[in-house]
Every structure is written in C-alpha cells, then in structure tokens.
C-alpha cells in the first residue's frame, strides 16, 4: 500500500538543526512531489516547503528560508526535511505530504493525498 | 501569502446534525481550494479536493461548494466518527497556505 514512514521523535537544544526523513512506498516515487506540514502544539497546520524528488527543485516558505533544506534520494525513495537553528518555536509535529494530482475539467488540481506518520521535534535547553 | 479564513473556529453539535464550515480566502483561488480532517494525534486525511471532489472512501455526507473567495463544508448528518478539527487548503499558489482550522466537538 501507499506509504510513507518517517523517522522517530528528536530532542534538540536550541541553535541545533534536525533533519527528519520520510521513506516512501507503493508508488512511483520520482513521479509525485512531497510536500513538508509542521504542527505545533494545539495549533493548526503550517506548511513549509515542497520539493520534486526528481531532480530536488524545492520551494519553500519565505519564513523558513535560509533554515531549511529539503533533498531526496531515488536510490531509496526518500525525502528529507532540515531544519537548522532550532529555537523552541520549532517544537512540532512534522510531517511529509505527497502531493497528488487530478485531472477536473481539464485543469491539474493538486492536493495532499498520502500523509506520514509524523515526527516529533521538540527543542528544548 | 493568501490567507485562509475559517468560521467558526469550533463548534459543538450533535450526531444527526448538519454542519457547515466557511472558509475564505484574502484573494480569488478560483477552485483551487481542498479540505482535510484531523482527529487527535494523527496525521491529516483528505476529504475532498478542488471545491467539491471527494477523495476515494471519503463518506458521501461531505460536500463542498463554493468559488473564488467563499467556500463551504458540509456534514450532512453528524456521525460519531466526524467529530475532529477540519482545515481548508488553498492549492492555487505558493505557499499552500492552510485555515486555522475548525474543532467539531460532541454537544
């Protein structure tokens, strides 16, 4: 089946960087995007940047830029997320998207079809 | 950025109701607009994608309307299973930028 497994929960001290992967499975990995989502504690979905894993293009959110790098692998359909300069507004949930597609109408409608499991990051002195 | 817009922010109902949650967005999205369900502790699902598709498996009771700035979701009739927190996502341009979402609480 379509998945996709991150990697485990992180503890890091503030002005650390963390970097998280997201493993996928069940589909032709260079033909979606993935997207990266945070959530922090008891607050809504941030989303933070995309990148096409064939051929590592990536757009990220302007305030995360300068902080953040996404890349991937084909050789072992994953993607990863880092994130450096940690401070404790960074404490979340993180999670990879994949971003799917259909066909409405004649125009592309893209969507986040096939989330991760999530990995905790908490920052913390 | 767009900005997405959500009301209310919570609501309490009860099973067999009919709720409807409004999203809007600062600046046309035309129907580049999709919504997810989140219960606690797990990760996002998708419900339904530009305006009013259902994603496979998703229960007919959802529905979505709307077009341009104003858009709506729909639970026909409550179930025990619906009560979570939905977001709206606009997919129209960068960043993707979500709603602050809506708790769906049992009355």
């Known amino acids: 089946q379509v998945q996709l497994v991150q990697s485990g929960a992180e503890v890091k001290k503030p002005g650390d960087s963390v970097k998280i992967s997201c493993k996928a499975s069940?589909?032709?990995?260079?033909?979606?995007?993935v997207h990266w989502v945070r959530q922090a504690p008891g607050q809504g979905l941030e989303w933070m940047g995309i990148?096409?894993?064939?051929?590592?293009?990536?757009t990220y959110a302007q305030k995360l830029q300068g902080r953040v790098t996404m890349t991937g692998d084909t050789s072992t359909s994953t993607v990863y997320m880092e994130l450096s300069s940690l401070t404790s507004e960074d404490t979340a949930v993180y999670y990879c998207?994949?971003?799917?597609?259909?066909?409405?109408?004649?125009?592309?409608?893209?969507?986040?079809?096939?989330w991760g499991t999530g990995t905790t990051v908490t920052v913390s002195s | 950025d767009i900005q997405m817009t959500q009301s209310p922010s919570s609501l309490s109902a009860s099973v067999g109701d009919r709720v409807t949650i409004t999203c809007r967005a600062s600046?046309?999205?035309?129907?580049?607009l999709n919504w997810y369900q989140q219960k606690p502790g797990k990760a996002p699902n998708l419900l339904i994608y530009?305006?009013?598709n259902l994603q496979s498996g998703v229960p007919s009771r959802f529905s979505g309307s709307g077009f341009g700035t104003d858009f709506t979701l729909t639970i026909s009739s409550l179930q025990p299973e619906d009560f979570a927190t939905y977001y709206c996502?606009?997919?129209?341009?960068?960043?993707?930028?979500f709603g602050q979402g809506t708790n769906v609480e049992i009355k």
């Open positions: 996502q606009q997919s129209f341009t960068a960043p993707r930028t």
């Open positions: 530009a305006i009013s």
């Open positions: 600046q046309s999205i035309t129907s580049y």
């Open positions: 998207a994949r971003d799917g597609k259909s066909v409405v109408i004649n125009y592309y409608y893209h969507y986040m079809d096939v």
């Open positions: 069940g589909y032709t990995f260079t033909n979606y995007y």
């Open positions: 990148i096409n894993p064939s051929g590592g293009v990536t």
